[in-house]
């Protein structure tokens, strides 16, 4: 038990020491009401039991204003914080049909789920392009994404150091970047330095969009490997599994909530205040006894 004002305390032993000083049986009286103790077989004196409740009065009265407390700790969810995520879409020839229509529409929901978050949209194909930048304007980064064309070759690393670059300038919060595409393509050594270069602290998540029956693209496998050494996240899967592997993105990503720690004393006296009264009530009774 903890108490706030422990030195109260210290008045028990001077309290005790003043009843039984103070409290005295009158000389050539004596107890003549002894039809209030009918029943009791015990010869108890009445001075004696005065004493007591008095005693019990001194000790009760002292633990009630030492306060005895309990600390209570609670965490108070503050808000949500936000995240910086950069999607990078591949643009390239290959992503006309299925692939880039599919993708769009999972990507939308996607940017729909996460109002409180930075969403910027990139798009490459030999070059990488800003579409729209880190913001809260989900409406427009849909709109942006819904018109993008599909031409020209594919070159990775375009889209993902333009997007990398721009998430380490601007970004404010925890942040992660996701690349969409139907494969991967060589890097350059001077590619992969600027890569690690602005990687940071951003989470790296590489979509590989591939079809049924296709054969093993060993420039994307690779590729595959160099983000898991980077310590990223590789989900392989055709069109029908976008939606699968955005969710799992999602959860992955969820915006960390901040909590804000409260610490509050609540006093916990429980029985002692009726106790109090009861033996102050009762020694008073007592001590109306012993004058009569």
């Known amino acids: 038990m903890n108490l706030e004002y422990p030195l109260f305390l210290l008045t028990i032993p001077l309290g005790l020491i003043a009843v039984y000083k103070l409290v005295r049986q009158n000389s050539g009286i004596g107890f003549s009401s002894a039809n209030l103790l009918a029943g009791i ?3 108890v004196s ?5 004493r007591v409740f008095l005693s019990i009065f001194v000790v009760a009265s002292a633990l009630i204003l030492a306060r005895p407390t309990r ?3 609670t965490s108070v969810p503050v808000y949500a914080q936000a995240r910086d995520i950069s999607l990078v879409l591949d643009v390239s020839g290959s992503m006309t049909g299925e692939n880039i229509e ?11 789920g996460r109002p409180g978050d930075r969403i910027a949209l990139f ?9 729209w930048p880190l913001s809260l304007d989900h409406e427009t980064t849909i709109y942006r994404l819904k018109h993008v064309v599909v031409s020209g070759g594919t070159r990775i690393a375009a889209g993902l150091i333009t997007g990398l670059k721009h998430q380490q300038q601007f970004g404010q919060n925890p942040g ?3 690349v969409i595409s139907d494969g991967g393509s060589i890097l350059a050594p001077e590619e992969k330095e600027a890569i690690q270069t602005a990687l940071g602290q951003t989470r790296l998540y590489w979509i590989w969009i ?5 054969g093993e693209d060993q420039t994307a496998l690779q590729f595959g490997v160099y983000v898991t050494d980077l310590g990223g996240k590789v989900y392989r899967g055709g069109t029908e599994d976008l939606d699968e592997i955005f969710r799992q993105i999602h959860q992955l990503e969820a915006s960390p909530v901040l909590y804000e720690r409260h610490v509050s004393t609540v006093y916990q006296f429980g029985v002692l205040p009726a106790l109090a009264l009861v033996s ?13």
């Open 41 to 43: 077989r015990v010869r």
């Open 210 to 214: 591939t079809q049924k029956g296709a």
């Open 71 to 73: 600390l209570e700790k």
């Open 102 to 112: 599919t993708a769009k529409s999972v990507i939308a929901e996607f940017i729909e």
């Open 176 to 178: 992660a970047l996701i």
């Open 46 to 50: 009445p001075l004696r039991v005065e």
């Open 280 to 292: 102050l009530a009762l020694a008073g009774l007592v001590h109306i006894t012993r004058e009569t």
């Open 123 to 131: 798009t490459f194909n030999t070059e990488g392009f800003l579409d």
